[in-house]
């Protein structure tokens, strides 16, 4: 059974930076998305960054190019996204996701998925 743990939410001005760390264990097979998404209140879940595995392509949403990096430490068995140069638009609940056969920035497909951590940017 794939778990996953999110840490790192919290609140933070307009400019700074966070750091989501997402725990994984179960994962099965060698080739698999790992991905980061975000709800804001009355909106939908929409991707924010995706890594595939073995080949450690990444995908990002427009609205975080150049902002966020996603990476991952296997040796750690954990999922990253660095969040620089925050906006109050980046306030959401973010999650961490993974799927086997599906891989790419819409939430179908991800099978299984963390309980979310909470970000919040004042301006």
């Known amino acids: 059974q794939v778990q996953l743990v999110e840490s790192g939410g919290g609140s933070v001005q307009a400019g700074g930076s966070l750091k989501l760390s997402c725990a994984v264990s179960?994962?099965?097979?060698?080739?698999?998305?790992m991905g980061w998404f975000r709800q804001a209140p009355g909106k939908e879940r929409e991707g924010v960054a995706v890594?595939?595995?073995?080949?450690?392509?990444?995908y990002y949403t427009d609205s975080v190019k150049g902002r966020f990096t996603i990476y991952q430490d296997n040796a750690k068995n954990t999922l990253y996204l660095q969040m620089n140069s925050l906006k109050p638009e980046d306030t959401a609940m973010y999650y961490c996701?993974?799927?086997?056969?599906?891989?790419?920035?819409?939430?179908?497909?991800?099978?299984?998925w963390g309980q979310g951590t909470q970000v919040t940017v004042s301006s």
């Open positions: 996701a993974a799927a086997y056969f599906l891989c790419g920035l819409k939430p179908v497909g991800y099978n299984y």
């Open positions: 179960g994962i099965t097979r060698g080739s698999y998305c």
């Open positions: 890594v595939t595995t073995p080949s450690s392509r990444t």
